[in-house]
């Protein structure tokens, strides 16, 4: 009986080291990485603390906050005898003026005026769309708007010239609220 014992204690002691022997070789290909138990948050809340600062100094440009415009809607139930007429709201006439290779065309609610075009040597007619302009002017004293498109071929300088003519006639104001479209219509 003890030969039996030695060889399985004998056994269990080989067995043993092989096994050592083996987790050792492991151990070595595949070094041993230690999880991290939590994830450190601290750098995500400085950037997220900072960003909400920002965007509230931001906004705080654009957002007044003292001024609330609140009107109490109207009532029609009883209106308020007036002692003067209901006036009609009028109606718009959105006049245009289309710069084109041309020249100038006019145009409105009513339709369109006759085009203004080119000077014989080739440059657009800037006193003639002035006259046109005040003569317009005195037509509609209360028109202030003015829309003006222009092919996209047109030069930078010949719209902001345009522009300049229809707004103002030396001291006198024509048309002071100049608009541009976004293109020919």
Request: charged content about 25%; proline content about 9%.
């Amino acid at each position: 009986m003890k030969i039996v014992t030695k060889k399985v204690v004998k056994k269990k002691e080989v067995d043993r080291e092989m096994i050592d022997l083996l987790v050792h070789r492991a151990k070595k290909r595949i070094p041993f990485y230690h999880m991290a138990d939590e994830i450190n948050l601290v750098p995500y809340l400085d950037v997220m603390v900072n960003l909400i600062i920002f965007m509230m100094v931001a906004m705080s440009a654009f957002v007044p906050l003292g001024i609330l415009s609140i009107f109490p809607p109207t009532s029609n139930k009883n209106p308020a005898p007036t002692s003067q007429p209901q006036e009609t709201p009028k109606p718009e006439r959105f006049l245009s003026v289309f710069i084109t290779a041309q020249g100038f065309t006019w145009a409105g609610v009513g339709g369109v005026l006759p085009p203004i075009p080119k000077k014989p040597g080739g440059e657009y007619d800037f006193e003639a769309l002035q006259q046109k302009a005040i003569e317009l002017k005195r037509q509609y004293l209360d028109e202030r708007q003015i829309i003006i498109a222009a092919e996209p071929e047109i030069r930078y300088e010949i719209l902001i010239k345009t522009m300049d003519v229809l707004r103002a006639n030396g001291e006198q104001l024509l048309f002071d609220q100049v608009k541009l479209s976004p293109g020919m219509l």
